[in-house]
């Protein structure tokens, strides 16, 4: 079948290799620099193109490289190697391991959807991801058809330089008319923020988070946004919850603290110095 797919590709791309250094003519052929690669009245020629095209389809450059899980607590850490390996490593420790593989999917439009599968080292599928040509060099996968598992490439992880301890989040920041409050409980990081808009309109977020040791970063759950405003003077504030269960991030990088808001990017190009 992935034979008779190639051949059908080669076919249907005799016109556009014209422009590359390709020469085809009537009789079905194709030619690399006055090589037959592709032929329809010699299959035996079809080695080179077949090979090309078969490289092409299994190409793992999309995927390969380090990648952080996102919108989860405990987030893992996935490598993907050039020669299709894996590592999945957990923050507690411990890893899995497997390989990975390039899968279509038939649609009924004749079109497909390149998927790269990974199976552990028992043979069973952990995952699968979808990256299709337009996607190119993606810094988010999703996983499956409902995107379960949402993984960000390392390069755009937002990950700091140089880590900081757990106190050093510790205080009140500020940054225009938005002020973070941190402190430490028990081990936890309650985060209060509140931002005014305006003289009748705040907004306030609040967060649980915990200290990652390997990042440097307060990661933060269980995030609330309330809006309240001031109609009048005399009348009570009306108070509207936008959202509950909210995550995000907090780092520190050369002395300013930056919030990732992973629901709305409400932080979005804002650093904050301590009080």
Request: hydrophobic share 35%; with cysteine.
């Amino acid at each position: 079948m992935k034979k008779q797919l190639i051949l059908l590709a080669m076919a249907g791309a005799l016109a556009t290799l014209a422009a590359c250094n390709v020469n085809s003519n009537v009789s079905g052929k194709v030619e690399i620099n006055s090589e037959v690669v592709w032929s329809v009245e010699d299959p035996s020629a079809n080695t080179q193109g077949n090979a090309e095209l078969e490289e092409l389809e299994n190409d793992l450059s999309p995927i390969v490289g380090l990648w952080y899980e996102r919108d989860v607590l405990d987030a893992r850490e996935l490598t993907v190697n050039e020669d299709g390996s894996y590592v999945l490593e957990y923050r507690g420790g411990g890893a899995e391991y497997g390989d990975v593989a390039v899968e279509f999917e038939d649609h009924p439009d004749g079109s497909k959807s390149r998927w790269y599968v990974f199976y552990g080292q028992d043979g069973n599928e952990w995952a699968s991801f979808a990256i299709d040509e337009e996607d190119g060099y993606p810094t988010d996968i999703y996983s499956g058809q409902d995107g379960e598992m949402h993984f960000e490439r390392a390069m755009e992880a937002n990950v700091p330089e140089n880590p900081v301890s757990a106190d050093e989040f510790v205080g009140v920041w500020s940054c225009g008319r938005a002020y973070i409050s941190i402190e430490e409980n028990n081990g936890e990081y309650p985060v209060s923020i509140k931002w005014g808009n305006s003289a009748a309109e705040t907004t306030y977020w609040n967060y649980t988070c915990t200290y990652d040791e390997e990042f440097g970063m307060l990661m933060a759950s269980d995030g609330t946004r309330v809006e309240v405003v001031f109609e009048d003077t005399e009348s009570e504030p009306k108070e509207t919850v936008v959202y509950e269960n909210g995550v995000g991030k907090f780092y520190l990088n050369d002395g300013k603290l930056t919030w990732i808001d992973e629901e709305e990017d409400a932080g979005s190009e804002m650093e904050f110095t301590k009080e």
